[in-house]
């Protein structure tokens, strides 16, 4: 009997994924968008095509999988810990430091190019724009509203605000700005977002 | 002599133009976006690929193209009137009225699908994204900070508020909900960052 199925296999096939997923970080790091098709990523990676598909149904699902594979990886790092955000006690002090690694992380060209690659895909694509908010965005928001409701608690923040509206007036407009490339993610900028957030929901 | 460059020949060109930027309104409101190529705009305006390609560079200029002839349009509708905001002395009642407005125009399926073609192109092409913001949002941009001028000056506006930053706390909340399909755009929404918004930049 061949033991196709055994251990030696799925390491082979992890190893095959994981090539796969570096492959199109590089790729989209490096290339015009246009650039970066399945065929591409096939050839980087060493596999046949058909490999990426038999896994993945689109070349957006394989640059989805790419960003998820990092956030997994950065998960791991942190001793599987779930994401938290930084609880010093004074809001504004802990989102002004999480604003400003935001706006740093979307400066980063690797990062900016891979958020970008994802972000033209899901603008057209109901199916991952719905895979994106479940995979991606919403764990990132619930660790956010964490720390907005111990805020509450703490009568830093209105107890009646609704909390997935703060953090659309918080990060949409920075999203906006990186998107549209309408003007620079400074520090400064960072700060002010915050800051008019924290007016705006006052208790 | 041929009078090829004549009168007759000018009102030929616009007319082909014209039957251009239709048949790519149209195909975008019709067509998943792979689909929507210069070929296929081609096909359905009657002309040749090359008269598109003499015109505009490639398939994203022709979209942009399409869409600022949209609001071209609508401008010359209002006898060539610039762009501006309702004014009736209260800036909420305005905002609110100019932001349900918006909130409906991204619920109307060809204007989707027009704003997220165009949206796929600029978050890829830099040099889109400036002629974007030049042409398109800027002018209206410019409209909206009169209004808030007139509400600084009329005391419901803090006067050193950067409108900049006031604009974009008011509509990227709303872009970014609509581009990631995140939330349901309401009248109510569109209310609540009108308010939030004055929160934030109340006197």
Do not use: C
């Given at each position: ?86 609880d010093t006690g004074d809001l504004e002090t802990d989102l002004k430091l999480v604003m400003r690694a935001t706006a740093e992380e979307f400066a980063d060209p690797a990062f900016d190019r891979l958020i970008r690659a994802l972000n033209t895909e899901i603008v057209n694509d109901a199916a991952l724009a719905a895979e994106y908010q479940e995979k991606l965005a ?66």
């Open positions: 009997m061949s033991n196709e199925k055994g251990p030696d296999h799925s390491r082979r096939k992890e190893r095959s994924r994981q090539a796969i997923l570096a492959a199109t970080r590089e790729l989209v790091a490096e290339e015009p968008y246009e650039k970066v098709t399945v065929e591409a990523i096939a050839a980087r990676a060493g596999v046949g095509k058909q490999t990426i598909y038999r896994r993945w149904p689109s070349k957006s699902a394989v640059i989805f999988a790419a960003l998820l594979a990092l956030s997994e990886n950065a998960d791991r790092q942190n001793d599987e810990q779930p994401v938290t955000l930084p919403r764990p990132l928001d619930e660790a956010k509203k964490a720390r907005l409701r111990s805020a509450q608690e703490a009568g830093q923040l209105n107890p009646d605000a609704d909390l997935d509206l703060v953090l659309e007036v918080l990060y949409a407009p920075l999203f906006q700005r990186w998107l549209h490339r309408s003007a620079p993610l400074t520090a400064a900028y960072a700060d002010s977002l915050v800051e008019s957030t924290l007016r705006a929901f006052a208790p």
